[in-house]
């Protein structure tokens, strides 16, 4: 069985935790309001625009022997750079307040993922960081493009409102095919068990996430 292939296997149980969360669920069947939409926006800025300086830490951590990994952040730096903004603008394009949001704090399940992230890599093995990009990507490739569509059509609001969203959807399908030849090519063990124990931590940190964000079926849905 090859790396990617196991990393999928061993965290099914933990991803199917993520995907059985009710505001996810809803979300996908456009069974939610314009503010729990407002609400995942806000939870995904304060998350996303760590991307990039979780990258350059993780980055500066890898040794001399990890330097293809090194490479490949550098390529995530490039393209994931300035991503955060795309989120202000989708919440200004849905009726909220782009600049309360980039001002405020984050839920404290947001807060607490993010830290656990750098805590890991500091503190154990930045190779893990790639367990986060895993769930990430692979949560954006599943569930971005058919969630974006379902709430932009039970709610009416503009495409412009969702374009982090579906720039996701399908650019992370794109991230994921290169995820795999990356982790395929990862034999140390030890950076195994780091990627595989960083995924299942994170599919259950996001899944969190999701589930604090205030919700009620129907709510204020068109």
Known sequence: MSFFSRLIAETAAERDFLYGVPQIQDGLAGRIGRETYIAYLTEAYHHVRHTVPLMQAARERLDPAHHRFAEALDEYITEETGHEQWILNDIRHAGGDAAAVKNGQPGIETELMVAFAYDYIA??????????VFVLEGTSTQLATKGAEAVRASLNLPAAAFSYLTSHGSLDAEHILFLKRLMDSVEDEADQTA????????????????????HSRFANAV
């Open 123 to 132: 503190r154990v093995n930045p190779m893990g960081f790639f367990g986060m």
């Open 195 to 214: 990627i595989i124990h960083m995924a299942r931590r994170m599919f259950l940190l996001y899944a969190r996430v999701f589930g604090a964000i205030p």
